[in-house]
């Protein structure tokens, strides 16, 4: 067991910083939550680690598929087009003078190659995300290394009435969805929308679905702003010790911040 943890896969965020946090990047075999903000860069994310696990195993990359849930209508084709343009145009600078093995994957370093591998789910009720969740494991047979649920809580939210019966429908499908990363070793990313919570006569800020979803994943990564910055925080991992980092949102997509006194914070 010790071994195969050793050998587990990671998936580049884009930014080198806040892989630096995540141990080398989103973790492979295991359910990872994102939360935050409106605009604070969720889908960014979701869609750049959906070109991300496309890169060739020749340039560091999985060479795999990605499955994109979409239940709020946020996933942007020309966005997805943008980002992997920029992709592949940093990966084959980066590797410029490495020439053994680059030929036979030349074809698939397109936009609408990598485009074309994002199979895309638009959901539009509970029920149909229920659905589409409890039927990944005949859809991910085929090589697919990614399944990101943007976001996990829209529906549930909107939808329930009965906070006991939506529980256990939450319990049911984190299961489901820990087994599928277990199962076929791949990366479940769901991101989640914030709520407000009242805490000793004030509101704070606090992620949707309650305590009970809280412990339903393995990692819990926090997006938020610092003054004008974005930072990723590492409140909750088995593995990795609390941490953040700074990333911005580029044309090119999830990026390093440009600065002369950047640094990961240890909590």
Known sequence: MFSDEQNLKHISTGSEDFDGILGGGI???????????????KTQLGIQLGVNVQIPIVYGGLGSKAIYI???????PERAYQIADACIVDTLESFRFHRKGAEDCQERMQPNYFLANILYFRVCSYTEQIAVINNLNKI?????DIVIIDSISFHFRQDFEDMALRTRVLKELSQTLMKLAKKFTLAVVVMNQVTTKRTDGSFQLTLALGDTWSHSCTNRVILHWD????RAYVEKS??????????????????NVISHSKRVRMM
């Open 227 to 230: 003054g004008n910055d974005r």
């Open 70 to 76: 979409d239940t709020e209508g946020s996933f942007m």
């Open 27 to 41: 973790h492979c075999g295991e359910v990872t939550e994102v939360g935050g903000v409106p605009g604070i860069g």
């Open 238 to 255: 088995p593995s990795l010790p609390q941490a953040s980092a700074s990333f911005s949102v580029t044309g090119k997509g999830i990026r």
């Open 140 to 144: 991910v047979v085929e090589q697919k």
